[in-house]
C-alpha cells in the first residue's frame, strides 16, 4: 500500500508493484474530485500510458491481466504473460552461460 504519509507528494509511482492507495493519498491530489484515485494510480486490471489518469480524455483502460496499480502497458492475454516470462528466463540462461550450467534442464 502506497502509505498516507505520502499524501501531496508528487511522485512517479507507476509501473512499481502497489496494489492500494490509501485515501489521504488520493485525496491530497489536486485532480482526485474529478478523477478520484485514478488520478493518482489507474486501478488493477486498467492501465494508461501515464500510469495514472490526468485528463478526461485519457482515462484509464481496461486490461483484465495487470496485476497491479498504475501500469503504463497493457498485457492481453495470459499467453502473452508467458510468451513473456519465457523471454526472460531465455535472456536469463543466455547471460549467465546457461550452456555450462551444471544443471540445465526442467528449470524453464
Known sequence: EIPSILAGVDAWLMDNLF???AIEVCEANDDFKEFGCDAILCPIETWNEEGRQKTASA???VCPYNMY???TT???SI???DALERKVLEEL???TAGPNWRRQTNWM
Open 79 to 81: 499467453e502473452d504473460v
Open 74 to 76: 497493457c498485457i492481453p
Open 59 to 61: 482515462p484509464c483502460e
Open 93 to 95: 540462461y543466455e547471460a
Open 69 to 71: 496499480l498504475g501500469k
Open 19 to 21: 496494489t492500494s492507495v
